[in-house]
């Protein structure tokens, strides 16, 4: 019975879609087995697990594998009614967070765009970004009317929260690797403390990667993007 009820997460430490989904089962208090893959050497189980993508994250669950982070998202809050309700019962709120949460995942993608490149396309990506942060900004007024609270309890955390917190919690690491500043408290005051309150929640704290290895693994990323589009 324990062997049909395990559940399995398959993932990349840097990727923030597998934090998201991390961040869920912590979060709900769901045990489970990490185990990390390598990208560039796909094991034969992932390419199995998830034949269609061939990415991560993917949960296995009574032995059947689910993809695609908003989808693990929503099968986890339906499946176990422990800890935070990720998504509202209300139809039109849940379309809302559903919507949201997707844009906020265009917004991270423009954001990885800032990091890849240099010069005029960088200042290119940078005002994109700063203008879907701005709509952004004003999308999560809708949620938070009276700002952001500058302290958030466990059980108040639903998938916009999450979604948040593992695309934008390493935002100082970002700002370090880049030397760029995309994300303040005067341009975009709501989504600066939300980060900043996400962010202090134990159970956050205790699945947050260390700075050090976010900012090294960002100029990583992008000494090799920049490499790659000067060759």
């Known amino acids: 019975m324990a062997e049909e009820n395990k559940v399995t997460l398959y993932g990349m430490w840097s990727s923030p879609y597998v934090k998201r989904v991390e961040l869920a089962l ?32 993917v949960l296995v669950h009574n032995g059947k594998p689910i993809v695609e982070s908003l989808v693990i998202l929503e099968y986890i809050d339906e499946t176990w009614k422990t800890g935070p309700q990720l998504l509202p019962e209300d ?49 999560l007024k809708g949620f938070f ?27 100082e690491a970002l700002e370090e690797a880049l030397g760029v500043k995309v994300i303040t408290p005067e341009k975009t005051p ?12 134990p159970t956050v704290k205790a699945a947050s990667i260390p700075h050090e290895k976010v900012v090294t693994f960002l100029k990583f990323f992008r000494e090799k993007a920049l490499k790659s589009s000067a060759e």
């Not at 005029?120 to 952004?136: P, S």
């Open 26 to 57: 912590r979060l709900k208090g769901i045990p489970y087995v990490y185990v990390e893959e390598d990208l560039r050497n796909k094991s034969p189980l992932l390419l199995k697990l998830n034949p269609v993508h061939q990415k991560v994250p």
């Open 91 to 139: 139809p039109y709120k849940r379309s809302q967070v559903r919507f949201w949460a997707s844009y906020l995942q265009q917004v991270f993608e423009s954001m990885v765009s800032v990091l890849k490149t240099s010069g005029q396309a960088q200042e290119n990506a940078i005002k994109e970004v700063t203008e879907k942060l701005k709509l952004l900004e004003e999308g």
């Open 145 to 171: 009317p009276n700002g952001f609270p500058n302290s958030f309890d466990i059980e108040n955390v639903g998938l916009l929260e999450v979604v948040i917190c593992s695309h934008f919690g390493a935002n």
């Open 190 to 201: 709501l989504i600066y403390s939300s980060i900043i309150a996400l962010t202090e929640i």
